[in-house]
């Protein structure tokens, strides 16, 4: 029986009167990619961002590595942070600093790192992800798919137990979503393990291992992929799939 290495229990999430998340639980094994599909407003979201708590849960236990996260607690939060990678659909890159920059300085801010060894470090994981060439470009001198991956060699570059990633192909021309697709599967076939929302069907069928169906704030359905996207039990998951079935292509 694997161990989870992320354990999520009841988590609830509401803003004012609306209640965005309704008492998800959810168990990641290492190695996992779980990817989380639904139509807009379901939550997929909130979700990622409460396992991370940029956005701190109204209910709920989180667990990683069999240690139950105390967010009220500064210091855990920060070493949690270290461990659970978060990327983003809109890159989050600091602007006036070049790509190995914003790769090394969460190294230098948060982890202690010195300089010579954090540069070291930065250009290998760019490296890793295609874009050593590039690595003095800003922000404003790459493409979409080339910020997007600086931003995945950030998180590796603290060397993440589990990456969140949040639509992280949605902000990009058409063109440009494979160069993404071959980094993250590349993750995905060395062992990391990841939590991602998405809408490219044809990718998430090809690469996880379980898919999970949410809308208003609740899974539905979860399942392998064939289970979900071809013998699904529940209607609404088997309507969402045939629709953005049609938008984005074969599932296979």
């Not at 890159?91 to 914003?102: G, S």
């Not at 690469?207 to 539905?220: H, K, Q, S, T, Y």
């Not at 399942?223 to 088997?238: D, K, L, Q, V």
């Amino acid at each position: 029986m694997p161990t989870p290495i992320l354990r999520i229990e009841n988590v609830s999430k509401r803003y004012g009167k609306k209640d965005v998340l309704k008492g998800v639980s959810l168990t990641v094994n290492k190695g996992d990619l779980k990817i989380l599909i639904g139509p807009s407003g379901a939550g997929k979201s909130t979700l990622l961002q409460c396992i991370n708590f940029l956005v701190k849960p109204d209910e709920g236990r989180i667990w990683l590595d069999g240690q139950e996260v105390h967010y009220a607690h500064k210091r855990d939060l920060y070493a949690y942070r270290q461990k659970v990678g978060m990327i983003f659909q809109d890159f989050n890159l600091f602007d006036h600093l070049n790509a190995l920059e914003n790769v090394r300085i969460g190294m230098v801010k948060v982890r202690g790192m010195g300089n010579p060894e954090a540069k070291e470090r930065a250009v290998m994981e760019l490296e890793r992800v295609g874009l050593r060439e590039h690595m003095y470009k800003y922000p404003a001198q790459l493409s979409g798919g080339q910020k997007q991956r600086v931003s995945i060699a950030r998180a590796l570059a603290m060397d993440p137990k589990v990456m969140l990633l949040d639509e992280p192909t949605s902000a990009l021309d058409p063109e440009l979503i494979g160069e993404v697709h071959s980094v993250i599967r590349d993750l995905g076939n060395n062992g990391m393990t990841m939590i991602m929302a998405t809408h490219q069907i044809g990718f998430a069928s090809s690469l996880a291992n379980e898919i999970i169906f949410m809308e208003d704030g609740r899974i539905l359905e979860r399942g392998t992929p064939e289970m979900i996207f071809c013998h699904a039990e529940n209607a609404r998951t088997r309507e969402f799939c045939s629709k953005i079935t049609e938008l984005y292509g074969e599932t296979r």
